[in-house]
């Protein structure tokens, strides 16, 4: 087979396809030319497309030659695979080569080929078509298959699904029992307190009481003393006013008879003084 060559359109020299380098646009160039390019500007020398960030890449491809001699030679090839392994694996693309054949029948292709290739044919028609058949009848039953799997791995997944929220149900459950019994044991709690409460209350509002009536009882007596103290302030000022009338009259007859007792000394001390002058 004659080697296949790209033509490079900055250089027109013809090169291999492992020599090329292609930009994002599409086009490429030999790899000389790619890096001179590169050098010089940051756009595709034919349609001025940016580079990019898009780095020139090489293409990794098979190229053959499609003439009626390369066809023939790989349509022998293939018969000769066909004669010696007979397999739907080995007549996947005859048909379509086999149809080029027949549209370049008599073109580089010898009598021996041409009854070979008949009897290739007539063996695709016993072979191939029951195997195609089966293999069709296979892809749809595999079809269906697949589609079952499919919906089978969906239910799994929904199944799944289902499990994880039960389990977290579950759990939620678990946690609200556990919230039920502790609020259970906190009202429980929370009566005994109340009922403590209750219980000292009742006994303080006995106390309060007895209290009450001892303050009653000591307030009354304490009024009774103050009247009696108030009554007795009032006999005393009482008391207290007759001993200052008796006090001053006293006083007064008191200072009378004093008077009086002066008087009668002058008069005597007069009287003698007078005898005693005759």
């Avoid at 039953?141 to 799944?160: F, G, I, P, T």
Wanted: aromatic letters at 4%; a neutral charge.
């Amino acid at each position: 087979m004659p080697a296949t060559k790209l033509l490079c359109s900055v250089c027109c020299d013809a090169h291999e396809l492992s020599e090329f380098r292609f930009l994002k646009c599409g086009h490429g160039f030999c790899n000389t030319c790619t890096e001179r390019i590169r050098i010089s500007t940051s756009t595709c020398a034919l349609c001025n497309t940016p580079y990019g960030e898009y780095p020139p890449r090489p293409i990794y491809a098979e190229l053959v030659e499609d003439t009626p001699e390369a066809r023939t030679r790989r349509l022998t090839a293939d018969l000769s695979t066909i004669q010696a392994d007979p397999s739907l694996e080995n007549f996947r693309n005859l048909p379509q080569r086999l149809r080029d054949a027949e549209h370049q029948s008599g073109e580089g292709m010898s009598t021996d080929d041409s009854e070979t290739l008949l009897a290739a044919a007539r063996t695709i028609e016993t072979v191939v078509k029951p195997l195609t058949e089966k293999v069709e009848k296979y892809r749809g039953v595999n079809r269906r298959n697949s589609k079952l799997r499919k919906q089978n791995d969906e239910l799994q997944a929904q199944l799944r699904l289902l499990e994880s929220q039960l389990t977290e149900t579950r759990s939620q459950n678990q946690a609200l029992l556990r919230d039920k019994e502790q609020l259970s044991e906190e009202r429980s709690l929370a009566r005994s307190e109340v009922e403590e409460l209750q219980r000292l209350y009742a006994i303080q509002k006995v106390k309060a009481k007895s209290l009450k009536d001892e303050f009653d009882r000591a307030n009354a007596d304490y009024q009774q003393k103050i009247e009696r103290l108030q009554k007795s302030e009032r006999l005393l000022k009482s008391k207290l006013k007759v001993l200052g009338s008796q006090n001053r009259r006293k006083n007064s007859r008191r200072q009378s008879q004093t008077m009086e007792d002066d008087g009668e000394d002058s008069l005597i001390v007069e009287y003698g003084s007078g005898s005693a002058l005759s």
